[in-house]
């Protein structure tokens, strides 16, 4: 079955850096836009970045950009999210997403792996 499964969050104070890992399996991974998705506490799902599918081009919301970088390895099948200069306001979980911009195409998620940025 398809599994996509999230690691590398944790706590960080404001500036920090942490990179997002997601392993996938189950399905054939390079037909597949990937993305990240976050959700923070009583909000409803953002759509965070994607990546296409050999990785050459990228999307990001505004709140991200400059700071985030989504890559992937497709002979590892993994997902990347490199977060940098977080911020109290990226707190959420975050989600690794099988598909990409659209919301309609992202049909499968992962558990989720918990950011949470404080001083």
């Known amino acids: 079955e398809v599994q996509l499964v999230e690691s590398g969050g944790g706590m960080v104070t404001p500036g920090g850096s942490l990179r997002l890992s997601c392993a996938a399996s189950?399905?054939?991974?390079?037909?597949?836009?990937m993305s990240w998705v976050r959700q923070a506490p009583g909000k409803g799902p953002e759509w965070v970045s994607s990546?296409?599918?050999?990785?050459?081009?990228?999307y990001y919301t505004d709140s991200v950009e400059g700071r985030f970088t989504i890559s992937r390895d497709n002979a590892q099948n993994m997902l990347y999210l490199r977060m940098t200069n977080l911020k109290p306001e990226d707190t959420a979980l975050y989600y690794c997403?099988?598909?990409?911009?659209?919301?309609?195409?992202?049909?499968?998620w992962g558990q989720g792996t918990q950011v949470t940025v404080s001083s």
């Open positions: 997403a099988r598909g990409g911009t659209h919301v309609g195409d992202r049909d499968f």
């Open positions: 189950g399905f054939p991974f390079t037909r597949y836009d």
């Open positions: 990546v296409n599918r050999d990785g050459t081009t990228t």
